[in-house]
């Protein structure tokens, strides 16, 4: 006859899947992360220089963008155009869009892989990202334009655990400063700075430099990056979660020091924003937002 195993040995197994449950849990759910993001925000000046994010309002909650079905990701101003760029990754398109949602064009993508985010980064330019292929296509854009073939295109191809669904999710452009911010999604979850793409001039020489911020990253406290947007008048950078559904603000040194939930009964949302994939702000600080499959949010601050 087998001999039970005694009651102090049933317990500490317990008491051991307990923690390691525990861990596993604070790991996926950045507890540390964002415990700390509470304490330092807490005791941070009040008059550090924010961008207010609890004080805007949703002014557009949730409206279907009529013509597109499903798969809307990522979003970009463009202060040319006084308009907004988003792309679908299923049948890729680049859709310009107006800034009441309207669908103003489509532009086929062709060879581009999963499209997920799109840039404006000047004048007719704009940088595509290519999620599992882990590429960035510099495309132009005019008013003549009907396709856009990637293999037309000048790229950049990193290889950070590429052929994942935990790709570059989402883009931001500093012109001043010519970075091109990439979110990478999750696994790990990062934020690279990459200077020398796209070139500035064709006289410029091809250098490019491609740097991360380990400390800035550690500090992120949501589960995933769906998207980004790098405000010129501060410098600060947002960075969108879907998962965490929240905007956290980063100031210059990277650091979070504000955010906001996407969550229902805040910003005065009616509902939760179900899946939000894009951000963009425009030149006087309206927030622009899409979320899957086909829905558009403009937030004003009152």
């Not at 062709?110 to 007719?124: K, M, P, R, T």
């Not at 295109?153 to 950070?160: D, K, P, V, Y």
């Not at 800035?216 to 879907?242: K, M, N, P, T, Y």
């Amino acid at each position: 006859m087998r001999r039970l195993f005694p009651a102090r040995v049933v317990y500490c197994a317990v008491i051991l899947l307990a923690v390691l449950l525990l861990v596993l849990a604070g790991r996926e759910y950045r507890v540390v992360a964002r415990a700390w993001f509470h304490w330092d925000t807490f005791w941070q000046p009040q008059d550090t220089h924010t961008l207010g994010l609890q004080d805007y309002r949703v002014v557009i909650e949730a409206q279907v963008i009529d013509g597109l079905k499903d798969n809307v990701s990522a979003l970009s101003y463009d202060p040319d155009r006084k308009s907004l760029f988003t792309v679908t990754n299923k049948d890729s398109e680049l859709v310009e869009l107006s800034l009441d949602g309207r669908i103003l064009r489509r532009i086929p993508l062709i060879n581009f892989g999963d499209a997920e985010a799109v840039e404006y980064i000047s004048l007719g330019t704009y940088v595509i990202s290519d999620e599992h292929q882990q590429r960035l296509i510099k495309v132009q854009v005019d008013e003549h334009t009907l396709r856009l073939d990637s293999a037309d295109a000048e790229q950049l191809s990193l290889g950070i655990d590429a052929g994942t669904n935990n790709g570059f999710e989402g883009l931001a452009y500093d012109r001043k400063g010519q970075r091109l911010f990439v979110a990478k999604e999750r696994k790990p979850m990062r934020i690279i700075e990459i200077r020398g793409f796209p070139n500035a001039s064709v006289d410029t020489p091809k250098v490019v430099e491609v740097a991360s911020d380990q400390k800035r990253d550690a500090s992120l406290f949501v589960r995933d990056l769906s998207s980004l947007q790098f405000d010129a008048r501060s410098g600060h950078l947002l960075a969108l979660s879907d998962e965490s559904k929240q905007v956290v603000e980063l100031n210059t040194e990277g650091r979070p020091i504000s955010n906001v939930s996407l969550t229902k009964g805040t910003l005065g949302l009616r509902k939760s924003v179900p899946q939000a994939e894009g951000i963009a702000m425009d030149d006087d600080g309206t927030l622009y937002m899409v979320s899957e499959p086909n829905l558009f949010y403009v937030f004003r601050k009152q």
